[in-house]
């Protein structure tokens, strides 16, 4: 199961969002992958692979749920897309 999703932070998925990206994908029911589409994607719980990816502001990311995740995992991985859509940046931004 795949996502699509667009990055929202201004200054991209590094640092700051990216850390508060990782701990929600630790978080979440299954373990997710996460790259840019038609490339290979890392390990979404690895700080150092998501920054790797070294992706920016406006950029199209999948999120890609690992082999037979049950059914709640859909939920996690839809929480995630919209965590990466939003601007992490801002001040007062939480990570749920």
Partial sequence: M????TVGSASGLH???ASLFVQAAV???APVRIGRPGEAAVDA???L???SLA??????LELTLAEGAEDG?????DELAALLRQDLDAAGQVAR
């Avoid at 795949?2 to 999703?5: A, G, Q």
């Avoid at 992706?55 to 199209?60: C, L, Q």
């Avoid at 995992?73 to 991985?77: D, F, N, S, V, Y």
């Fill in 2 to 5: 795949t996502v699509r999703t």
């Fill in 15 to 17: 640092a700051r969002p």
């Fill in 27 to 29: 978080r979440a029911a």
């Fill in 45 to 47: 719980r690895s700080l």
């Fill in 49 to 51: 692979s998501v920054m």
């Fill in 55 to 60: 992706a920016r502001h406006g950029e199209e």
């Fill in 73 to 77: 995992a859909r939920a996690a991985l």
